[in-house]
């Protein structure tokens, strides 16, 4: 009966007592590294001028609520399993693991973080407005669309997975697309010592969110659906997933916070330092 209402995975593989730590470990590990992008973040508000600031805060709450979700995300894992008698490995207690908390994290994170982009980009309003507008829905959908497959635990459902993963994957290449050509064309109107800061932005977005579907295909093989239906099945790329999402999570969230704090400063000496970057950066403010 409950099983019409299964959005939450059921049953829980066996692990190796390595495999349960690594999970665990990353985990713990994430909570950390967001908690103190996050401190940072916040602090850091004084160095750059006021105009960048915004950009600061919101990559700080993106890695605050992000702290939170890791510390339930460990929560629910610590919770799913148990030290099986004799010690040799972990096996479920009954409890389901919540992946809900990774997607209602995306849901929240991933448009702060085209916020925090493109506040520190700072196009100009109209241009601005029409950009966020489009990533934020095409973000929307993507992880609206990835969810159904996520939580998929049968093998029997791969074929579904795979589906869900491919229509979540129409959005995520557009975004993609849309962010790398836009911070190409945005390069020109940028002070030159920040340039070089959107080009490894540019390539870090890349590479990091590329990881996300990898990870989502690691953890949708048939066997790695098999040991997420329960038991003692290999459940190595339940692992991978897990492992995957974490660091791509770390490096797209702290790591590119962290980026968006040195392309603030460097846009702020930049205005301060130099009358030809100001009247470049803000043509606005000269004609008024
Ligand atoms: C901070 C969180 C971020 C940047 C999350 C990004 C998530 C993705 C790029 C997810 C993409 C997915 C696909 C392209 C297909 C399979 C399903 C998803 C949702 C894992």
């Not at 915004?54 to 894992?77: E, K």
């Not at 992946?99 to 995306?106: G, H, K, L, S, V």
């Not at 085209?114 to 973000?139: D, F, G, N, P, Y």
């Amino acid at each position: 009966m409950f099983d019409s209402f299964s959005l939450l995975a059921v049953g829980m593989p066996d692990l190796s007592v390595l495999q349960y730590s690594i999970v665990d470990n990353i985990f713990s590990m994430t909570v950390a590294t967001m908690g103190a992008a996050a401190i940072f973040l916040f602090l850091s508000r004084p160095s750059v001028d006021e105009a960048y600031r915004p950009a600061l805060m919101v990559s700080g709450l993106v890695v605050t609520i992000a702290c939170y979700h890791y510390f339930m995300i460990r929560h629910s894992w610590s919770d799913a399993y148990m030290l099986a008698e004799g010690g040799e490995g972990y096996v479920g207690t009954g409890a389901a693991f919540n992946d809900f908390y990774r997607y209602a994290d995306w849901i929240l994170t991933v448009p702060l973080l085209m916020v925090e982009l493109i506040a520190v980009l700072r196009l100009q309003a109209s241009k601005a407005r029409s950009l966020l507008t489009r990533l934020v829905i095409a973000a929307a959908l993507m992880i609206a669309l990835g969810y159904p497959g996520e939580v998929i635990s049968s093998p029997e459902g791969w074929t579904t997975r795979v589906i869900w993963g491919a229509l979540s994957s129409v959005p995520f290449f557009y975004i993609l697309y849309v962010l790398w050509t836009e911070l190409t064309a945005s390069l020109d109107s940028q002070p030159a010592a920040a340039r070089k800061l959107i080009e490894i932005a540019r390539l870090v977005l890349l590479i990091t969110w590329a990881v996300y579907p990898i990870a989502y295909a690691l953890g949708g093989t048939v066997t790695a659906l098999e040991a997420k239906a329960g038991g003692a099945v290999d459940a190595g790329g339940i692992v991978g997933l897990q492992v995957g999402y974490a660091i791509a999570d770390m490096t797209a969230k702290a790591g590119f916070g962290m980026l968006i704090y040195f392309i603030a400063r460097a846009k702020s000496t930049g205005v301060q330092n130099s009358v030809v970057g100001k009247s470049a950066e803000s043509p606005e403010v000269a004609a008024t």
